[in-house]
């Protein structure tokens, strides 16, 4: 079974920009859950999205936002970047809400 | 909130030999789950083993092995026979069930970096 993907695997935006990034999950799970692992602040959970819902949100502003679509893909989308927006975005799928994760390699956004 | 510890910044250990990582949590749930993953220099996260708290038995993956303590909310990582190939960053991570509504959402500690010697 392919793992979960990831597209692009680096970016680099300026500031104000507005990025989209992808996951596809692992075929079969429903699940995607995003984070952000920054030196700073470690690994903080963005969202979860569920059956196209989302189902989770972490303490992010507005600016990032989700979706799921019915082949449960997902994009994040972050808008009017920001310098400390510049982190390594980490997806993960699970078959159902309460199993283990599994992660994707990440997309390595860099705002200038 | 629940809070992920881990107190190890940075450890090494010989290859072949036997090495612990330490995790504390925080939670008034009854019921979650707990996690190991590693990161290795390539960035990609794996999951290295898993425990639900309910479950008394330590969980087992060839060479890792946990030791849950969960009187003491303690999630420590054994690796046996550690080689070259568990050099990585390793964190602990901790989930609610989803009886409470938040699963999904893992929390996770700041990482132990590990390093494997000849």
């Known amino acids: 079974k392919a793992g979960v993907t990831q597209t692009p695997r680096y970016l680099i935006k300026t500031r104000g920009q507005q990025v989209t990034l992808s996951c596809s999950p692992i075929?079969?799970?429903?699940?995607v859950s995003w984070y952000q692992q920054t030196p700073g602040q470690g690994l903080q959970f963005l969202f979860e999205?569920?059956?196209?819902?989302?189902?989770n949100k972490g303490n992010f502003p507005g600016r990032f936002s989700g979706r799921q679509f019915s082949n449960s893909r997902s994009e994040m989308n972050v808008s009017t970047l920001e310098l400390g927006d510049s982190a390594l975005y980490l997806c993960?799928?699970?078959?159902?809400?309460?199993?283990?994760?599994?992660f994707g390699p990440g997309t390595r956004l860099t705002v200038l | 909130a629940q809070t992920v510890t881990q107190s190890q910044p940075e450890m090494s250990v010989q290859e072949a030999e036997t090495v612990t990582l330490s995790c504390t949590y925080d939670?008034?749930?009854?019921?979650?789950?707990l996690f190991w993953y590693k990161q290795p220099p390539s960035r990609q996260m794996i999951l290295v083993i898993r425990?639900?708290?309910?479950?008394?038995q330590n969980a087992t993956e060839n060479r890792f092995s946990v030791n849950f303590q969960k009187a003491a909310k303690s999630f420590s990582l054994k690796i046996s026979d550690s080689q070259l190939g568990d050099t990585a960053m390793y964190f602990c991570?901790?989930?609610?069930?989803?009886?409470?509504?938040?699963?999904?959402?893992?929390?996770f500690g700041t990482g132990t970096r590990l390093q494997v010697t000849l």
């Open positions: 991570a901790f989930m609610k069930h989803l009886q409470t509504g938040t699963a999904s959402k893992l929390t």
């Open positions: 999205y569920f059956s196209e819902t989302q189902r």
């Open positions: 075929s079969g799970h429903r699940s």
């Open positions: 993960a799928s699970s078959l159902y809400r309460y199993n283990e994760q599994f």
């Open positions: 425990q639900e708290a309910y479950k008394q």
């Open positions: 939670t008034s749930e009854n019921n979650y789950y």
